[in-house]
């Protein structure tokens, strides 16, 4: 069999003049047995008459995906299309892209809206194709109408898929231009990575301030990923239509629930992928509130904390005393941190936050020179360091904003082999994390004269060249590959 087939509904629309190519009829490719059995690597293009929800076409594409066929368009992308109100995270971006265009003076042109046809990428718009490319890179189907109106400034007004059926002749003739050319790149011309295992995505972002893993660490993944067999991309917010393509994700962006990040996870794990930091991790561990609530249930030891509203403000301080560390539920390296050191600063502070979060966290002062964090990974230790707190500072990170010259400051950082590191926290840190899952986590702890106390679990540590691979160096890429591999290698059944 074809390493890649195109359905259409009725064998008339494949008419006698196009192309010889491998052609199914749709009815064939839902019952007989001999495509339900055909392995993965098989490409499905379906040209059905229609892709509403449980027609022929739909079915096709939901079959497709069920026998794991990488098919355009995947049913993901027929949701999206049938949906009136597309703007979400696939389009949020070119609008900008759409003005800058449109928004030229062109003599002689006067339109306040306008269709453009898009064909596996292509337009007939010079100045477009590049925004052709994006818009097919994040709703892959074959035929796109897209409509553009001008509301203040130009915007993508609505998307639509067409079908081959109801093109005419010089559509067809434009469409089978682009047909060739998409099948003799992405199709039929062998690639390097067809010669890995396995497809891992790695979702970064370059233009982060504070990313977990920095270029350096970012290449290491790459380069460890050939020795497994696993062709390593690096990934962009751009790239969210393309997820479907990998056999996994990996999340080297700083997360968020209400950010594409936690879109990514759950669009992976949608597509039955392996996914590091899973959805669920992402939940847990980006609240501080319910971090605070799971491990007190568990009884492991936290600094006091009480958690704050606007009518129990006033009684915090007579829990913990001051100073006293306010934080939203949701910050990262140390942002959204704050120290009060009196019932003034306490108000002013906390009514800063309450705008942004009902609910806050007041955790007792307990300063150390340094904070242990122990990276987890499938709940074994895979490395530890010592963050020393910014000089003159007492959180690792200064983002003090009257020091515009200098930007965000960070201490210094030790790492340790895991049997150099004490045992208890090492074990502190096992059992909080346990508590998540079996992702990838760093655990925050500090050693005071009272004992080992968990501050934070994070869902996507950092990993930066210089710093947390300092003892195991390459190897601590091999590992989290490795670990990859034996994820995939579960969900292949091997």
């Not at 192309?19 to 059905?48: F, I, M």
């Not at 393309?242 to 056999?247: K, T, V």
Request: proline share 4%; glycine share 6%.
């Amino acid at each position: 069999m074809a390493d890649h087939i195109i359905l259409v509904e009725n064998p008339t629309d494949w008419k006698a003049h196009f192309p010889n190519l491998p052609v199914v009829a749709a009815k064939d490719y839902l019952a007989k047995p001999e495509y339900s059995s055909t392995g993965r690597n098989l490409r499905v293009l379906n040209l059905c008459r229609s892709y509403r929800y449980l027609s022929v076409g739909y079915y096709c594409s939901l079959l497709a995906e069920a026998r794991r066929h990488r098919v355009i368009p995947s049913v993901r992308t027929l949701n999206d299309l049938s949906r009136k109100s597309i703007y979400s995270l696939d389009i949020e971006d070119l609008d900008d892209h759409v003005q800058q265009v449109l928004g030229k003076p062109r003599p002689g042109f006067t339109a306040t809206a306008f269709e453009l046809d898009i064909y596996f990428g292509q337009c007939a718009v010079k100045e477009l194709q590049e925004l052709a490319r994006q818009l097919f890179d994040a709703f892959r189907s074959p035929m796109l109408r897209v409509e553009f109106r001008l509301q203040g400034q130009w915007r993508i007004a609505s998307l639509k898929a067409l079908h081959l059926h109801s093109l005419s002749t010089e559509q067809e003739d434009t469409f089978m231009g682009a047909l060739t050319t998409y099948l003799s790149r992405r199709w039929r011309q062998p690639r390097a990575r067809n010669n890995y295992r396995y497809d891992l995505a790695v979702l970064y972002n370059p233009k982060e301030e504070m990313p977990p893993s920095n270029p350096k660490a970012l290449q290491q993944f790459v380069k460890a990923g050939r020795e497994f067999g696993v062709n390593v991309e690096l990934i962009e917010k751009k790239d969210y239509g393309r997820l479907a393509e990998f056999d996994a994700l990996f999340i080297r962006e700083t997360t968020g629930i209400d950010h594409y990040t936690y879109q990514f996870a759950k669009k992976a794990e949608s597509e039955g992928m392996v996914v590091i930091d899973d959805p669920d991790s992402i939940l847990k561990c980006t609240n501080k509130v319910y971090l605070d609530e799971l491990l007190h249930t568990h009884r492991i030891r936290t600094p006091k904390t009480v958690i704050v509203r606007r009518d129990n403000l006033d009684r915090v301080d007579s829990e913990i005393p001051y100073p006293i560390v306010l934080k939203i539920p949701d910050g990262s390296f140390s942002r959204g941190v704050f120290k009060v050191d009196d019932r003034a600063e306490l108000h002013d502070v906390a009514g800063k936050l309450f705008k942004s979060s009902d609910l806050v966290l007041a955790q007792e002062f307990l300063y150390t020179e340094f904070d242990w964090r122990v990276g987890i990974l499938n709940k074994t230790p895979l490395f530890v360091c010592q963050y020393f707190m910014s000089k003159e500072h007492w959180q690792i990170y200064n983002h003090d904003e009257s020091n515009q010259t200098r930007g965000t400051r960070e201490g210094d950082s030790k790492t340790f082999r895991i049997d150099e590191a004490p045992d208890v926290v090492i074990k502190t840190a096992l059992k909080a994390a346990g508590l998540i899952g079996n992702g990838f986590y760093g655990v925050d702890l500090k050693q005071t004269t009272k004992g080992v106390v968990v501050i934070e679990i994070n869902d996507n540590p950092n990993i930066d060249y210089g710093i947390e691979d300092a003892v195991l160096k390459e190897d601590l890429y091999r590992k989290v590959i490795e670990d990859l591999v034996w994820r995939m290698d579960r969900k292949r059944g091997k």
